[in-house]
Every structure is written in C-alpha cells, then in structure tokens.
C-alpha cells in the first residue's frame, strides 16, 4: 500500500491550500423608508391633477372652462358640443370647471362655436 494519487487528501497544505471558510456573518435589513406626509401630499396633488384634466373634482360641474394657445382667449365647453370630449382642463395654465353657464360667463369666458 503506497502513494495513490487518484486519492486526494482530505486537507491541503501549502501554498495551494483552499482559504478558510469565513464566519458567519448575519446581514442586517436595509432600513425602510419612511413616507414623510408632504411626500403623500405632493403625490395626492399630482394625482388630483392628471384625473382632473377629464373628469370634473366637482359632482355636477361639468363645463370645462379652456384657455387658447394661440390667442389667449377663454373658452368654455358644454357636454354634448363637438370638441368636448377633446377638451383638457390644466389648472396650471388658468383654465378651470364650471358648475354653470351663468358663472362661466360672469367669469369672462364665451361659449365654444362649436
């Protein structure tokens, strides 16, 4: 029974020899992030932004009150007229609903032509 070097050793030795397994080390959990309330809130706006540019924030006000790109002018759209539905309100830009002919009116808006 000599040397078989088929058969390994069980640990290596010198300059070749595997590195020590490390310890175990228990990783901590990232900390959560906390939603700060002006962060809801900022989100909340945006929100009540992009679903009012069609739908009314206002039950029963439901004519749109457009401002022109090109002459300025004040706009407002009636259910059932032809550029209704194409119609977007953009608080941003001044342009707003209105819960009747009379107020829109009052507020210095004509109605859409057509």
């Known amino acids: 029974m000599g040397f078989d070097p088929r058969k390994r050793r069980k ?3 010198g300059r070749n ?3 020590q397994p490390r310890p175990y080390v228990r990783k901590r959990p990232a900390p959560r992030q906390r939603i700060s309330i002006p962060g809801i809130a900022i989100v909340a706006a945006m929100l009540f932004f992009a679903i009012s540019e069609h739908f009314s924030p206002f039950p029963g006000c439901n004519i749109k009150g457009n401002i022109s790109i090109p002459s300025g002018e004040r706009i407002y759209h009636v259910p059932g007229q032809k550029f209704y539905s194409q119609t977007k309100i953009t608080f941003l830009k001044g342009e707003r609903w209105f819960c009747s002919e009379e107020a829109a009116r009052e507020a210095g808006w004509r109605k859409a032509y057509r």
Do not use: E, I
Request: no cysteine; glycine share 0%; hydrophobic share 50%.
């Open 17 to 19: 020899a595997p590195a």
């Open 11 to 13: 640990w290596k030795t």
